[in-house]
């Protein structure tokens, strides 16, 4: 268990990239989420745009934990949290009369 731990922790060159692009991608997310909450509108916003998102990120998910498991886990998982809110108000607020 410390062994997966510390093995978990270990930074990798490989895994800081991922971790700027994950930082960079997820940045963006907050905002969308709190637009479509705050708006109730998900006019121009694609539920299949943010499924295939969704299934990108499961993947690289997937990834972490066959192949190396480290802090780069979590920014998938909370990129995947953002995401999927965005995606679960969208299917809430999908037929509003505004966004018809």
């Known amino acids: 268990m410390i062994?997966?731990?510390?093995?978990s922790f270990q930074i990798k060159s490989m895994s800081l990239?991922?971790?700027?692009?994950?930082?960079?991608?997820?940045?963006?997310?907050?905002f969308a989420v709190k637009k479509t909450y705050k708006t109730k509108s998900v006019k121009g916003k694609s539920?299949?745009?943010l499924s295939l998102i969704i299934i990108g990120y499961i993947f690289g998910i997937i990834n972490?934990?066959?192949?190396s498991v480290d802090f780069v886990l979590w920014?998938?998982?909370?990129?995947?949290?953002?995401?999927g809110s965005?995606?679960?108000?969208c299917l809430?607020?999908?037929n509003r009369k505004e966004n018809i």
């Not at 990239?17 to 907050?30: N, V």
């Not at 920014?75 to 995401?83: A, F, G, M, S, T």
């Not at 965005?86 to 108000?89: A, G, I, K, Q, T």
């Open 17 to 30: 990239w991922e971790a700027g692009m994950l930082i960079c991608f997820g940045a963006s997310w907050p």
């Open 3 to 7: 062994d997966f731990l510390i093995q």
């Open 47 to 49: 539920r299949l745009f």
């Open 86 to 89: 965005d995606l679960f108000l």
């Open 75 to 83: 920014l998938y998982v909370i990129n995947l949290i953002l995401v």
């Open 92 to 94: 809430i607020y999908r």
């Open 64 to 67: 972490k934990i066959i192949n």
